[in-house]
């Protein structure tokens, strides 16, 4: 077998080799990926849609960027799994916007609009009408075609079928999230609760607001992708990357996100899962033990390192943020943290200060 073939599917097992991966095949593929559709996008022929179609684009590109980096554990795949990532990742940011700035509050708008997700994993479902009760609908064929996208990437995944049921539970959990979390202010709560009264047996060790955070993330499905690309995929492999990334990979990385945005989400209205917990101290407490859970977890599943990686990633990603600066007692939440912290995470939080300081 050819040399560079044989490295193209071995999984990167140290951070050198892994952001080698990532600077020379994943940052400028995903790039490429995304101008295509930023140029699509100015097509759009509603105003409004268009801004916000182009502002996912432009202010969220870190999502597939950081999505994308499943895709360097797999470089022979990469041609699939970087578009499939970036236009799945890029539905998620644009209806995030749409219901953020939107001025319905309808849960029905909500919900039709993230049927495109669903959608989008799920080739054999005939296609829906998404802005059905939106108040702007023209976008020029943008939204389907993001959604056809996916679905024709997907079905070069030789093993997605041993995946589709769990893809298609995360990203169900994910629209119930995006639906309840952007309804009137003062139902908000309410409906969150109700739906954690549905889950909450099947995950115990969790409190309400660490299962709402993981349901956030969309990195579950994307090491789902991952993993479908594998020929030898078994259903017990499925299963071990289920509980170690629902919920606590998940969690770890939606609970960091909401913890650097404290100031921001206060200010502009928004829920903070961060802000349930008691105290500062319980909320750091509650993290390292996910962080923990996490590591356990990953542990069980087929290139360890790899996982520990991403997970070391995420807390180095978040915690360098310059939101954290800003903040004091998310400063000092930080600290904690980043007590005793592995080589591994301090090799990541100064390249993400590198990244952040030359773009």
Request: charged share 25%.
């Amino acid at each position: 077998m050819n040399s560079k073939y044989k490295e193209s599917k071995l999984i990167p097992q140290n951070p050198i080799t892994l952001m080698t991966r990532v600077y020379r095949y994943v940052l400028p593929d995903v790039r490429a990926q995304l101008h295509d559709w930023r140029a699509m996008a100015e097509s759009i022929p509603d105003p409004e849609l268009k801004k916000q179609a182009l502002a996912s684009l432009t202010t969220k590109q870190f999502h597939c960027e950081g999505g994308a980096v499943y895709a360097a554990a797999n470089l022979e795949q990469r041609h699939v799994l970087i578009p499939l990532i970036v236009a799945f990742q890029t539905i998620s940011d644009y209806l995030d916007n749409l219901c953020d700035r939107s001025t319905s509050l309808d849960p029905r708008d909500f919900r039709q609009l993230h049927q495109a997700m669903l959608d989008a994993v799920d080739p054999d479902e005939p296609l829906h009408e998404y802005y059905e009760y939106h108040e702007e609908s023209e976008d020029g064929g943008y939204l389907t075609q993001l959604v056809k996208m996916c679905r024709s990437w997907i079905d070069l995944l030789p093993s997605y079928a041993l995946v589709a049921a769990e893809v298609r539970l995360l990203v169900s959990l994910y629209c119930d999230l995006q639906v309840y979390k952007h309804i009137q202010h003062d139902q908000r709560e309410q409906a969150l609760f109700e739906w954690w009264d549905e889950h909450k047996e099947q995950y115990p060790a969790l409190k309400w607001n660490e299962f709402a955070a993981a349901t956030g993330s969309t990195l579950g499905v994307f090491m789902l992708f991952l993993s479908a690309a594998d020929r030898n995929l078994d259903e017990a492999k499925v299963s071990l990357i289920r509980e170690a990334y629902f919920p606590y990979v998940c969690g770890l990385h939606i609970l960091l996100d909401y913890l650097i945005d404290q100031e921001e989400d206060l200010v502009g209205g928004d829920l903070n899962f961060c802000s349930y917990y008691e105290n500062k101290d319980f909320a750091v407490h509650r993290i390292a033990q996910i962080v923990l859970k996490a590591r356990e977890k990953v542990a069980m599943l087929e290139a360890p390192s790899f996982h520990r990686m991403i997970i070391e990633g995420l807390i180095a990603l978040y915690l360098s943020d310059p939101k954290v600066r800003t903040q004091p007692e998310v400063k000092q939440m930080s600290k904690q943290l980043m007590k005793k912290s592995p080589l591994t995470r301090l090799f990541f939080f100064f390249n993400s200060k590198w990244i952040r300081l030359i773009s």
